[in-house]
């Protein structure tokens, strides 16, 4: 069974940095595409990134190219969301999610999996 815990959300003010975490347990991260969401208040839950299984192909959300970068540590299961100059606009709940079918290369044909964690709550002040 995939279990997806995020953490590493906060208060941060205007122009700082955050990193997020994602520790996988029953799926191996190196063979499946990744992603990280967020769901702002009132808002309904969008894709912010997106990585290939092999790191070949990745999507940004066009608010947030150029200030954040998805990563992976194959070592530690983890999928990493570096958050630079955050914007008060970021503040969400951030979640990670997987593909549901291993070895993708093509971000726009992932099919996510029809599961959320708890998420982790990310604050940006002005």
């Known amino acids: 069974q995939v279990q997806l815990v995020e953490s590493g959300g906060g208060l941060v003010q205007a122009g700082g940095s955050l990193r997020l975490s994602c520790a996988a347990s029953?799926?191996?991260?190196?063979?499946?595409?990744m992603g990280w969401f967020r769901q702002a208040p009132g808002k309904e839950r969008e894709l912010v990134t997106a990585?290939?299984?092999?790191?070949?192909?990745?999507y940004y959300a066009d608010s947030v190219k150029g200030r954040f970068t998805i990563s992976r540590d194959n070592a530690k299961n983890t999928v990493y969301l570096q958050m630079n100059s955050l914007k008060p606009e970021d503040t969400a709940v951030y979640y990670c999610?997987?593909?549901?079918?291993?070895?993708?290369?093509?971000?726009?044909?992932?099919?996510?999996?029809?599961?959320w964690g708890q998420g982790t709550q990310v604050t940006v002040s002005s």
């Open positions: 999610n997987t593909d549901r079918h291993p070895f993708r290369r093509v971000v726009a044909e992932i099919l996510w999996y029809d599961y």
């Open positions: 029953g799926r191996t991260v190196s063979a499946y595409a």
């Open positions: 990585m290939s299984y092999n790191g070949g192909s990745t």
